[in-house]
């Protein structure tokens, strides 16, 4: 991955723009770039675009919406800044923060009523880090559903999406001006193809081991279930063109992937009053707090693995969830009439079983104070049948990686934009500031529609007018 004199960049053929990379990123910028009236070309690596959303739920957080109010929720984009920047410490750019905030609904209602998305409010539980119920997702609640319609929105206008071919340079005068990409083929055979303003949308670093263990050493060991493509080439060639990046330590874990299925177990059976033990039948952490830093203190027990313990009141609100029914499906879920026989089918001692029980009931009842500062206040004791699945941490995506601003236009160290290349998604600085205790749920694709959607039109703005 390079960045080479625009004199060598030779191509036949050019577009007005070009983004690489066909998630929800990419093609919600390309949506946005042909409704501004430029022509675009989608570059993708894989043979069928997937992507980081494909292995998402797909859930995307906005406030304001039409289906929020449908339901009676307030919600402003006040308020989602404002818990984006709590949640973050804040440690991130506000101005971004409240740019998406503000694009937040307005993008969810116009992917919707003009490109077919038809997307549902979650209802039944809070996720972490969220004042009202403001997640959006597909009927089937899969990043998997939500790819396949963009990529229908993007087939109605007749979007062109070159799949097997990674990018791997990019061909730029010395302002930094990218005039052209040169991608591969699967049969080694490379292409060149001219551009007038370049959109990354190729996600961020989380695939290139090396890269991680520099970055984020404490998530380096962990499990990587994002997308095998994601390997900083947004990092590189910014860098490379003299772009500044921030927050590379920042990333989007998660504590409860099912062993060994894989699948992420819903976080509303914690949100709701259930809890995580470890092997040993003892609490280890504040469980909500977030799913992103439960993922490092679930390594670091023993094994590196734990378990949720919930009951089926905990599980009903979340049935219905792909990810969840594929565990159910394939036998993940443990199931008991008594904790004491929960236990023995996770292989642990029903003693420390039953008094962490027993003293999780103590937080219910305000008796006493967890030590590790969570509120079980105002949830109700497990009953039977009781639950258990058993999980791990792993690393979904990087939150690390290109400054823009509010225009998406990638920034150089001194602040000034770079002549035609924007970001968004992972390939841009997310909101999480600098670790994993910023992530806020939905970000990923919240930053990805969101920025894309805003690339994507500065984008197809700046090729359709001369400089």
Not at 112 to 135: C, I, N, Q, T, W
Not at 369 to 393: E, Y
Request: hydrophobic share 40%; aromatic share 8%; glycine share 14%.
């Amino acid at each position: 991955m390079a960045v080479l004199p625009a004199e060598e960049g030779k191509f036949e053929y050019s577009v007005p723009v070009l983004v690489i990379g066909a998630g929800a990123c990419g093609l919600t910028a390309a949506l946005a770039a042909k409704e501004s009236g430029a022509q675009v070309l989608v570059l993708e690596r894989d043979a069928k675009p997937t992507g980081s959303t494909a292995l998402s739920t797909g859930l995307i957080p906005a406030a304001g919406t039409r289906f929020q109010k449908a339901l009676g929720i307030e919600d402003a984009p006040e308020l989602l800044a404002g818990d984006i920047w709590r949640k973050a410490k804040g440690q991130t750019d506000r101005a971004i923060v409240d740019a998406v905030a503000v694009a937040s609904g307005p993008t969810i209602e116009w992917l919707a009523d003009r490109h077919g998305v038809a997307f549902k409010l979650v209802e039944g539980f809070l996720y972490p880090g969220h004042s009202v119920l403001r997640m959006h997702g597909t009927p089937h609640r899969t990043g998997e559903e939500l790819e396949s319609t963009l990529l229908a929105a993007a087939g109605r206008l007749e979007i062109d999406i070159m799949t097997g071919a990674t990018a791997t340079d990019l061909y730029a005068r010395s302002d930094g001006r990218v005039s052209a990409v040169r991608f591969a083929r699967p049969d080694g055979r490379t292409e060149t193809i001219g551009c007038d303003a370049l959109v990354l949308a190729c996600c961020g670093f989380g695939g290139d081991k090396e890269m991680v263990g520099r970055e984020i050493p404490e998530i380096a060991d962990a499990e990587f279930w994002g997308h095998a493509g994601n390997k900083g080439d947004a990092v590189t060639w910014g860098q490379a063109l003299g772009a500044a990046v921030a927050d590379m330590g920042s990333y989007q874990g998660h504590g409860a992937v099912a062993v060994p299925y894989g699948n992420p177990v819903n976080w509303g059976v914690l949100m709701n009053g259930g809890y995580q033990v470890n092997s040993l039948g003892l609490r280890f952490s504040n469980e909500v707090r977030g799913y992103s830093e439960q993922a490092v203190e679930v390594i670091a027990q023993p094994g590196r693995v734990a378990w949720d313990i919930y009951d089926e009141a905990r599980e009903r609100p979340i049935l219905g969830f792909a990810d969840y029914e594929a565990i159910r499906a394939l036998g993940g879920i443990r199931k008991a009439a008594s904790l004491r026989e929960l236990a023995a089918l996770m292989g642990m001692s029903a003693d420390a079983l039953e008094c962490t029980n027993t003293e999780v009931d103590s937080f219910r009842a305000d008796e006493k104070q967890d030590r590790w500062g969570r509120s079980f206040s105002g949830t109700q004791p497990l009953a039977a049948p009781f639950c258990a699945v058993k999980v791990t941490g792993a690393l979904f995506h990087t939150q690390g990686g290109l400054v823009i601003d509010t225009a998406a236009r990638v920034l150089r160290t001194d602040r000034t934009p770079l002549p035609n290349l924007f970001a968004g998604g992972g390939a841009a600085r997310g909101l999480s500031g600098p670790s994993n205790w910023g992530y806020f749920s939905g970000g990923g694709l919240l930053t990805a529609t969101t920025l894309g959607r805003i690339a994507g039109t500065s984008a197809g703005r700046l090729s359709t007018r001369s400089y």
